[in-house]
């Protein structure tokens, strides 16, 4: 069982920035893939960016490419998302996920495991 736990979330300007965080409780947290994914009020989730288990290979959804960065550190259990350039339609419960098979995140839009979210609104 693996518990992820998210932060960073809040409230901020269009254009601005903000970095979240997903802390996992797990002795193998290498041998997950992490994504992020988001659901906005009345939207199914949706898929936002993922990392490999070592961190070379990382995936968006193409409306944040070039916005959004994804990043982990193993030797500390945690993923990032950074994100810049917000716009309104940023604006959801940004959940962190975890699964051993990168094909289920990347490719599916599932995953094993899942944090209880944070809230980001962006206003304009």
């Known amino acids: 069982q693996v518990q992820l736990v998210e932060s960073g979330g809040g409230l901020v300007q269009a254009g601005g920035s903000l970095k979240l965080s997903c802390v996992a409780s797990t002795r193998t947290f290498g041998h997950y893939v992490l994504g992020w994914f988001r659901q906005a009020p009345g939207k199914e989730r949706g898929f936002v960016a993922a990392i490999s288990w070592g961190g070379g290979s990382t995936y968006y959804e193409d409306s944040v490419k070039g916005r959004f960065i994804i990043s982990r550190n193993n030797a500390n259990n945690t993923v990032y998302l950074q994100m810049n350039s917000l716009e309104t339609e940023d604006t959801a419960v940004y959940y962190c996920?975890?699964?051993?098979?990168?094909?289920?995140?990347?490719?599916?839009?599932?995953?094993?495991?899942w944090g209880q979210g944070t809230q980001v609104t962006v206003s304009s």
């Open positions: 996920a975890a699964d051993l098979k990168i094909q289920r995140i990347v490719v599916s839009k599932q995953a094993e495991y």
